[in-house]
Every structure is written in C-alpha cells, then in structure tokens.
C-alpha cells in the first residue's frame, strides 16, 4: 500500500512538472488556473475578460487540478486560481498561505454548504432523509443500478479535494461497507442524476451548493448531526498512506465558502491585479446562472464570459477602481 502511494505521488509530481513547465511558454502575462467544474470555469475566464478590458493584460486559462495549481501559485508559474473551497483545503491554505507566505486569498467569499443529498423519490418513496439511512443495507439495495444488489453513491470528482473528504465520512459513518462509492466527472454524475429523475429511479449523491441541480431537480438534502470540531480529522492520501484510517468525519461538514486565490508575487509585479482580485464578489445565485449556461445550454466558457462582462461592464471596471 504504502509503495503505491509513493508511486502515485511521483506521479502527481511529475504530471506538475509537465504542466507547469509548459505553462509559460506564450507570451501572456498571468495564467489562471481552471478547476474542472462549471462555476470556476465561468470565474476564470471572466477573470481573464476582465483583467484584458481593465488593465490590456493577456491571461492564459490553463485546466488543472488544485493541488498543481496550488504548486504553481508557490512557485510562481500560476497567478490566480479562481475558487478555492474552505474548509475543503485548509491543508493547502496552511501550506502555502499561512506557512510559506506564497499565496493570498481574496478577503470577499461566496457562501456554499456541502453534504448529501437525494432525490425526491429516494426521500419520499425509500426513506432516505438522514445520512443514518445510508448504513442500512435494506435500505441501500433501492440504490443499485448494475445488479449486484450493493448500492451506488457518486461522492464525487477523483480530482476533488471533496471527493477525498466523503470518502472519510463515508467511512467514519459505516455506510462504505454497503455502498459502492463512484468517482466520476461531475458531467457524469449530474447525468446520472437527470436519468434517476427521468425514470423516477432513487438515488443519493455527494452535493454542494450554489449548484444547478437544485434549479432542475427537486432535491433534498441528508439531515446530518452539525459540525464538531473534535470529531473532525482528516488525513491525506498526500500526507500519510494509512490515510483513511487514521480519519474521522462522522458530522456534517463545516460552514463552507470560496475565494479567489492568487499568488503573493502578484503585489509586486501587478497591484492593479491584487486590489481587482481582492474586489470580486460573486454572489450564490451567479454561481447557479454560471453552472445552467456551461452545463445545461452547453455555452463555452470565454463566450458566456464575453457576455457577462460585457452585460455587468460597470461592476468589473468597479472592481479595478476601488
């Protein structure tokens, strides 16, 4: 087990090096890290269109995972990462901005929660309405879609800092031994959602909120007992191998929010950039609008940016003179 985590890291480290080292190979001034959901892709390119309206300033949006990007804050070679979830990488946001001083977040936060959520059929017709309901295996069997009378519970992106969490919580409430817990695109799982509501199929999923499902589907979320502190301890695969076992997350996740991120550098090469990033504030329901154009409409990421900066000009230029 433990050779197997030092593989993956070696890996990990050597798909950074290939990403970043090709980062800057165009003459744009910034790169702007772009997470692989539709929010933070929307964010990322109206910080691109807007920092070109403001200051002519050519950004480059590169897709990349948070733990590269967060190396590339540290080293330099990324200057902005357009949404960095709390409490989710407080192990990062303790690396690198509290420890080594090389990456800022922006002060202006959106509010969200994260946890678990099922359909209407799931709650009304199967019972699930506590995430006690998941460690019933009786209960469970409802939720298997390949026949092998184990249910299945998307708990997220294998990319996502989340995804790592939930399995935790998944592990610390009982309900991994009689679930099967997927990793897939978010494409992928909110699909899957859309064809349980089609056929009115139960089914429970990892959640979070601004998101569009909520405007599409009648979904409801998992009572949960609150956040403790106390009982709240996670380990990364990152930081040791053993680390499943040596986590505890049976409650509710902690109040959650996200911010723009940016590397410290920044003050000094592009100010101008610091005090815009600094003044950004998106609210829960652009979250939502930006997740229905991307994923519903299939819009492309720099044409619905385009648009949203053009339709909300005076808020960006307030932006770059506050």
């Not at 056929?199 to 909520?214: E, G, K, L, N, T």
Request: aromatic share 8%; glycine share 6%; charged share 20%.
């Amino acid at each position: 087990m433990a050779d197997l985590v030092k593989l993956a890291l070696k890996v990990a480290l050597a798909a950074s090096v290939l990403v970043l080292g090709g980062i800057r190979t165009h003459a744009a001034d910034l790169v702007i890290a772009m997470p692989n959901w539709s929010s933070g892709q929307a964010t990322a390119n109206i910080l691109k269109v807007g920092l070109k309206k403001e200051f002519g300033l050519d950004a480059e949006v590169v897709e990349m995972g948070t733990m590269i990007a967060f190396a590339g804050l540290d080293s330099g070679q990324v200057d902005i990462h357009p949404e960095v979830w709390l409490p989710n990488l407080d192990t990062l946001v303790k690396k690198y901005v509290t420890q080594a001083g090389t990456v800022a977040i922006s002060p202006i936060g959106v509010p969200a929660w994260q946890g678990i959520c099922a359909n209407r059929t799931a709650a009304d017709k199967y019972g699930f309405k506590d995430i006690s309901d998941l460690s019933n295996p009786k209960k469970t069997e409802a939720l298997d879609t390949d026949g092998d009378g184990k249910g299945e519970m998307w708990i997220g992106a294998q990319t996502w800092s989340s995804t790592t969490i939930e399995r935790i919580r998944a592990n610390s409430y009982g309900y991994a031994r009689n679930l099967t817990l997927l990793e897939m695109p978010e494409d992928v799982g909110m699909a899957a959602v859309d064809a349980a509501e089609a056929s009115d199929r139960p089914m429970v999923f990892a959640c979070y909120a601004p998101h569009v499902v909520f405007k599409l589907h009648d979904i409801v979320r998992l009572t949960e007992p609150p956040y403790d502190a106390a009982k709240w301890k996670i380990v990364l695969p990152t930081e040791d191998p053993q680390w499943l076992a040596k986590s505890q997350a049976a409650v509710g996740w902690d109040t959650a929010h996200y911010h723009i991120a940016y590397a410290t550098s920044l003050r000094k090469k592009h100010p101008e950039v610091v005090r815009f990033l600094e003044h950004v504030d998106f609210k829960p329901e652009e979250a939502i609008a930006m997740s229905y154009a991307l994923q519903v409409e299939r819009q492309a990421p720099y044409a619905y940016a385009e648009q949203w900066v053009a339709t909300n000009a005076a808020r960006v230029e307030g932006w770059a003179k506050q």
